[in-house]
């Protein structure tokens, strides 16, 4: 029942996100409107950490079964791909390597704000 609970929670979110994404006519996804209003739910403390640990960390052991229609999808659509497959190539790493830089800046910067919080303290 704990699951079906914490279940509800994060769905009722996720559908939060997608009214938002039907009346704010920006190019986000849902999805990610849903996830930000998790993620400031769970810091503001409105959500506790407690009331979605247990279905959040399901969620993520099982993530990799849920890209496998997605990799399916791609090998059906091979003969779109191949003829541009050094371009798509050239986009994943160097998108790769934007990601990796950008993440490592901004923790850079997190870890650097709670350390002056911490010496300030």
């Known amino acids: 029942m704990k699951f079906f609970r914490q279940l509800c929670i994060i769905l009722a979110v996720s559908f939060i996100g997608e009214i938002l994404h039907f009346f704010i006519p920006l190019p986000v996804p849902a999805g990610i409107y849903g996830i930000t209003l998790l993620f400031i739910g ?10 979605v640990k247990e279905t959040s960390d399901l969620l993520i052991d099982i993530m990799p079964v849920m890209l496998v229609p997605a990799a399916v999808e791609l090998m059906d659509s091979w003969g779109v791909i191949k003829p541009n497959l050094l371009k798509f190539a ?4 160097i998108s790769t390597f934007a990601v990796m830089a950008v993440s490592g800046l901004v923790t850079q910067a997190v870890i650097r704000l709670k350390a ?3 010496n300030t303290k």
């Open 90 to 93: 050239a986009a994943t790493v």
């Open 116 to 118: 002056k919080k911490v």
């Open 42 to 51: 769970l810091e503001t403390k409105i959500i506790p950490k407690s009331s």
